[in-house]
């Protein structure tokens, strides 16, 4: 009903940036909130940053001051924004949005495929 289909990963070195989008599409009546989180080989998923419609945005301490999250809600797009990356950012990052649906309505939490950043020292 819900796919979140993401973009912008790959490789850079450190010091640099990276740019993730997130898009989501189908029967889609509105988008509460949307996040990135990020999973690190022999890890667990973690919270990266989320935002609500009305933009309010939560970030994980790690990336404060370096990672940016916004959000346009007429394209039901969430991005990242990750600059001065790390070698402990590497991971494979996670779209992750709550959404009602139409026909019939639901609350779905949906999970985007991954997208791999990897960071170079």
């Known amino acids: 009903q819900v796919q979140l289909v993401e973009s912008g990963g790959g490789s850079v070195q450190a010091g640099g940036s990276l740019r993730l989008a997130c898009a989501a599409s189908g029967r889609i009546f509105s988008i509460n909130v949307m996040g990135w989180y990020r999973q690190a080989p022999g890890k667990p998923r973690e919270l990266v940053s989320t935002?609500?419609?009305?933009?309010?945005?939560n970030d994980a301490d790690s990336v404060k001051g370096r990672f940016t999250i916004s959000r346009d809600n007429a394209k039901n797009t969430v991005y990242l924004q990750m600059n001065s990356l790390k070698p402990e950012d590497t991971a494979v990052y996670y779209c992750?949005?709550?959404?009602?649906?139409?026909?019939?309505?639901?609350?779905?939490?949906?999970w985007g495929q991954g997208t791999l950043v990897t960071v170079s020292s």
């Open positions: 992750n949005a709550g959404v009602i649906t139409t026909n019939p309505t639901r609350y779905l939490g949906v």
């Open positions: 935002i609500t419609s009305g933009g309010s945005t």
